[in-house]
């Protein structure tokens, strides 16, 4: 046998096999651009329907507790500036207004002059002290401006007197932390655009502002609230002099 003297070769290493490229499963399927699209569109419209939904609860929540609060008063006394600016005429009077319940209102005019706005309930009356007629409507019948009010010391919802109720953050609070709402009574639906209502963070109503079609408007500020105060039913009786002749029917103030 022959001999290949010198030295001996090396068993070449093998070399490392990179691995296949997994084949793709003609089942499997890619995202497609589209798909990514359509969520993409979807979720803006998915949180600004959540945040529609979040602002709808928390009406909602504040005007329970705005309800909450007013009934579970027996009464109210408070100091009132009224303002009216409409049909030529700008007006600011002041005074004080006592509510109890059940639909009880007494609104002594002080300034500019005395006048005098009555509830016992059944019936309304209005009176300037000196005049020899005094104005009597039944409640019932009563359209004025001043029932939304009065309404909170009974038994109701405020979302249902005021509906739809929204919040209105064009119209800035009076003070810093107050909140202002929106809605419309439909009582007086035929006669009214909207009534804002200023609600403190303690839940009492600090102003209400009512726009009517006619573009005039109306506002009451309140301020010194006083609640569930001692205040007997003869407060809200109105017994005419003998000289003064009862007219029914519109309180024509």
């Given at each position: ?24 499963n003609p089942k499997e399927k890619r995202v497609s651009t589209p798909a990514v699209k359509t969520s993409t569109i979807l979720l803006p419209v998915i949180l600004a329907f959540a945040i529609v ?201």
């Amino acid at each position: 046998m022959a001999y290949n003297g010198g030295s001996r070769s090396r068993p070449s290493e093998p070399r490392e096999r990179s691995s296949p490229r997994p084949l793709l499963n003609p089942k499997e399927k890619r995202v497609s651009t589209p798909a990514v699209k359509t969520s993409t569109i979807l979720l803006p419209v998915i949180l600004a329907f959540a945040i529609v939904r979040a602002g709808a609860e928390d009406i909602t929540s504040l005007a329970r507790a705005v309800d909450q609060h007013y009934n579970q008063l027996r009464s109210l006394e408070a100091d009132f500036t009224e303002t009216y600016h409409g049909n030529g005429m700008d007006r600011t009077e002041s005074g004080t207004v006592w509510l109890k319940k059940p639909g009880k209102m007494r609104w002594e005019y002080r300034s500019p002059r005395e006048k005098l706005f009555l509830s016992d309930g059944r019936d309304a009356w209005f009176y300037v002290p000196g005049d020899k007629q005094a104005r009597k409507t039944p409640v019932r019948k009563l359209e004025d401006l001043r029932s939304p009010l009065g309404l909170l010391l009974g038994k109701t919802r405020l979302e249902k007197e005021l509906h739809p109720l929204s919040f209105a953050p064009d119209v800035p609070p009076l003070e810093p932390g107050n909140v202002v709402l929106r809605g419309l009574p439909k009582a007086l639906a035929d006669r009214v655009s909207q009534v804002l209502l200023e609600v403190t963070p303690g839940h009492q109503i600090r102003r209400i502002q009512i726009d009517e079609v006619d573009g005039s408007v109306t506002e009451y500020r309140f301020r010194q609230q006083r609640e569930n105060i001692s205040v007997g039913d003869d407060r809200f009786r109105f017994t005419p002099g003998p000289d003064v002749e009862t007219i029914t029917g519109d309180l024509g103030e």
